[in-house]
């Protein structure tokens, strides 16, 4: 019942900007997260918030991402700064815990490259 929809994706140059929205239907209010999967490498968390409004990010990203959502909206956003080659990704939203984890939906491609 819950669908997940990421956007927003898209090819940047090294030190661009790029804003990703999830669109979140058919669940409660739940803590939100913002991960990604770069070839080679393992799905890994980036970002989350939680219902209130509390965030955390990996080291990785941390003063160049930010997570927020609109519960009016029923939508997480992540905003993305000062991009790096190694951003490269498909970026998926789910919720935070895996106890509770979602369906993956189809996720968006970030390409960071010159």
């Known amino acids: 019942q819950v669908q997940l929809v990421e956007s927003g994706g898209g090819l940047v140059q090294p030190g661009g900007s790029l804003r990703l929205s999830c669109a979140v239907s058919g669940t409660g209010i739940y803590a939100m997260g913002w991960f990604r999967q770069a070839p080679g490498k393992q799905r890994e968390l980036v970002a989350g918030i939680t219902s209130s409004g509390t965030t955390n990010y990996a080291d990785s990203v941390k003063g160049r991402f930010t997570i927020s959502r609109d519960n009016a909206k029923n939508t997480v956003y992540l905003q993305m700064n000062s991009l790096k080659p190694e951003d490269t990704a498909v970026y998926y939203c789910?919720?935070?815990?895996?106890?509770?984890?979602?369906?993956w939906g189809q996720g968006t491609q970030v390409t960071v490259s010159s």
């Open positions: 789910n919720r935070q815990s895996a106890f509770i984890r979602a369906p």
